[in-house]
Each structure stands twice: as structure tokens, then as C-alpha cells.
């Protein structure tokens, strides 16, 4: 099992959601976040004072899938995410050792 953790524009939330529906995913978390990388924030105009806003509003997306999906999921989010402009995000992949459903008690694949 992966768990891919994928940071956002956040009006791109909807199209990536799409896109993982049609790969097959059965669930996800989204989560507000604020943040930035290389874009380094932006220059606002607030009463006739300008001031600097580091950090952008972003999202994040965690999805814990099995190791097949993986690949398709990646081009999914990719794809959907993309505006080709600075600040598209990142997606982030790492290894999940045992899930859990609590309400039943299935463990490995099957609680996913």
C-alpha cells in the first residue's frame, strides 16, 4: 500500500477529485493548508499600503491506495493539477505498512 500526498491550487480541488474517481479511488482526505515554495508568496495592495502574503492558500490530499493504482494516480492528480504555471504544487508518494478500519476491524488491503 502508498500513500500519496498531493498539495494543490485549491480551485483545482474538484477536477483532481474527478480524475482519481475515474482511476478507481474509493476514498479521500483533503485538508486547508497555507504554504509556499519557490513562488516565495506575493506583493498585495491593502489601503494604499503594500504588503507581502508568504504564505498561499493550498490544499492537501491524502489518498492510501494499493500499489497497482499507484501509477494511475499519480498521472491522475498530475494531469488535473496542472495550470503549467509556478505554484502547481507538489504530490508526494511514501510506503503505508498496515491500515485499520475501525468500525470492523479489516486490516491490510481490505480496510482501504
Request: aromatic share 6%.
Amino acid at each position: 500500500m502508498k500513500k500519496i500526498e498531493a498539495i494543490i491550487k485549491p480551485f483545482k480541488l474538484d477536477e483532481v477529485k474527478e480524475a482519481l474517481q475515474e482511476v478507481g479511488l474509493q476514498g479521500i482526505t483533503v485538508t486547508e493548508a497555507k504554504g509556499f515554495g519557490r513562488q516565495k508568496g506575493h506583493a498585495e495592495l491593502y489601503r494604499g499600503a503594500e504588503y507581502i502574503v508568504d504564505f498561499l492558500p493550498k490544499v492537501k490530499i491524502e489518498i492510501v491506495i494499493s500499489d497497482e493504482l499507484v501509477e494511475k494516480a499519480i498521472e491522475a492528480i498530475r494531469r488535473a493539477a496542472q495550470t503549467g504555471r509556478i505554484g502547481d504544487g507538489k504530490i508526494f508518494v511514501s510506503n503505508i505498512e498496515e491500515a485499520i478500519r475501525i468500525r470492523t476491524g479489516e486490516s491490510g488491503l481490505d480496510a482501504i
